[in-house]
């Protein structure tokens, strides 16, 4: 499975983490970048899911991500940055949704 990473500076030991899910970083923005709070990136073609970290990003630039993922039909999972939110919130998501 592919990921889009959304907020954040560092990741730290996220990329680990998500690889025990087989989850890969394909792409990682900021979202601190003026540019990406006034036009926002596309989000790649080949991704299955789009990680946003709440505490990074502002509210338009989340609404307006959701929205192209949704347009999309890529899975959004939102979560504070740290390593522990992000596994409940993907064993929430991808144990609930059907394989």
Do not use: Y
Not at 21 to 27: K, L, S, V
């Amino acid at each position: 499975m592919n990921a889009m990473l959304v907020g954040a500076d560092r990741l730290g030991n996220i990329p680990e983490r998500l690889a025990s899910f087989g989850i890969t970083i394909t792409r990682h923005v900021s979202g601190r970048n003026a540019t990406h709070q006034r036009r926002l990136p596309a989000l790649p073609k080949d991704i299955d899911l789009l990680i946003l970290f709440t505490d990074f990003l502002g509210h338009n630039v989340m609404k307006s991500f959701r929205s192209q993922a949704q347009a999309d039909g890529v899975q959004v999972v939102a979560c504070r940055r740290s390593a522990s939110c992000l596994t409940e919130e993907l064993e929430r998501c991808l144990v609930a949704a059907p394989a």
